[in-house]
Nanobody, 121 residues
Framework: QVQLVESGGGLVQPGGSLRLSCAAS????????MGWYRQAPGKQRDLVAS???????AYADSVKGRFTISRDNAKNTVYLQMTSLKPEDTAVYYC???????????????WGQGTQVTVSS
């Protein structure tokens, strides 16, 4: 079994910062791309940022220059540092990872349970 567990969400004022963490655990053989998605009420789930095992990153235009994704391969953990937060960043943030379970040769996509981020004064 493979699990992704997120932490770090909460309520923050506009202009504030938050750091999300997502740790993968269980029977893991290898982890390729890890990323963060978000879903606001009534909207689809959209990619926020992604990072490959080698450290190549990609960001949604709406968060470029404000959010930074990073990872610690030794800890199977991905982070999202969010700064200059805006009310429109309010959403449930989900961690995603492409993982080869131990004993397998195929990647499967895994999701965390989601963590709420609310930006409001």
């Amino acid at each position: 079994q493979v699990q992704l567990v997120e932490s770090g969400g909460g309520l923050v004022q506009p202009g504030g910062s938050l750091r999300l963490s997502c740790a993968a655990s269980g029977s893991i053989g290898s982890i390729n791309t890890m990323g963060w998605y978000r879903q606001a009420p009534g909207k689809q789930r959209d990619l926020v940022a992604s990072i490959t095992r080698g450290g190549n990153t990609a960001y949604a235009d709406s968060v470029k220059g404000r959010f930074t994704i990073s990872r610690d391969n030794a800890k199977n953990t991905v982070y999202l540092q969010m700064t200059s937060l805006k009310p429109e960043d309010t959403a449930v943030y989900y961690c995603n990872a492409d993982i080869i379970p131990r004993g397998s040769v195929y990647f499967s996509s895994y999701w965390g349970q989601g963590t709420q981020v609310t930006v409001s004064s």
